[in-house]
């Protein structure tokens, strides 16, 4: 099979479009140009309401029409009516949940995988073992070396310790 050739009238419709666009963006570059350097920020703000605000009207509109029959359904609860949600039930439906007051709260997971939550722990005891093995060798190595290099500083300023001048003696001076 032959390779299908492009044809003139694509060629000239696609140098027509890109000069088209090329022109809309040099348009739109000289008059960003003229602008003042604050009412730059107003562009963007405006290009953003433009943009955006069509889809917030709409989102909007349907969240004034949300029922709670679909959540419900999708639970398998059967819902024949339109439970609709107003301001207080939806408050209601996201409040954070309270313990009764007699009861307690256990943080123990029954369905917890007890192998890997051993292994995790096993893991963990041997990371924190190794850093802190290695924060005492070094604390300890570091420690000793500025022993050294105190013993070293001694030794360099008293073999370097210029020798103090005899006051002449008062026999020395005739």
Do not use: C
């Amino acid at each position: 099979m032959a390779p299908k050739k492009i044809d003139i009238g694509t060629v000239a419709t696609l140098g027509v479009a890109v000069g088209a666009i090329g022109g809309a963006l040099g348009a739109v570059a000289t008059n960003l140009a003229k602008l003042a350097i604050w009412q730059l920020p107003l562009v963007v703000i405006g290009v953003m309401l433009v943009i955006s605000l069509p889809s917030m009207a709409i989102a909007w509109l349907k969240l004034r029409q949300r029922t709670l029959g679909p959540i419900l359904e999708g639970n398998g609860w059967a819902v024949n009516g339109r439970v609709k949600i107003n301001i207080p039930f939806g408050t209601a439906l996201t409040d954070m949940a309270v313990l009764p007051p007699v009861s307690h709260r256990s943080l123990e997971d029954p369905y917890e995988d007890k192998e890997a939550a051993k292994k995790r722990r096993l893991l963990v005891a041997t990371v924190v073992l190794l850093l802190l093995a290695g924060a005492a060798w070094w604390i300890r190595s570091d420690a000793l070396r500025h022993v050294d290099d105190a013993k070293k500083a001694h030794y360099f300023w008293e073999s370097n310790r210029p020798a103090a001048k005899a006051e002449p003696t008062p026999d020395a001076a005739k």
